[in-house]
């Protein structure tokens, strides 16, 4: 997966990056700061583009 992939995000994370950038971009930023901005946040908040689903590894018993 290249950098700058957003395809490992679910939809949700999409949506928040989306309305996110909505803000930052109402804030005066410019498109590219936005979406900059955006996807650190929700980064920060989620951790990382996860898969789609459970996509989560079980721990090992």
């Known amino acids: 997966m290249p950098r700058g992939d957003k395809s490992a ?16 971009l109402d804030r005066g ?12 946040t929700v980064n920060k908040q989620d951790g990382g583009g996860k898969t789609s689903g459970s996509g989560r590894k079980r721990a090992r018993h």
């Open 9 to 24: 995000y679910t939809d949700k994370r999409k949506r928040q990056a989306e309305h996110i950038e909505e803000s930052e």
């Open 29 to 40: 930023h410019t498109r590219e700061q936005a979406e900059r901005i955006a996807w650190a």
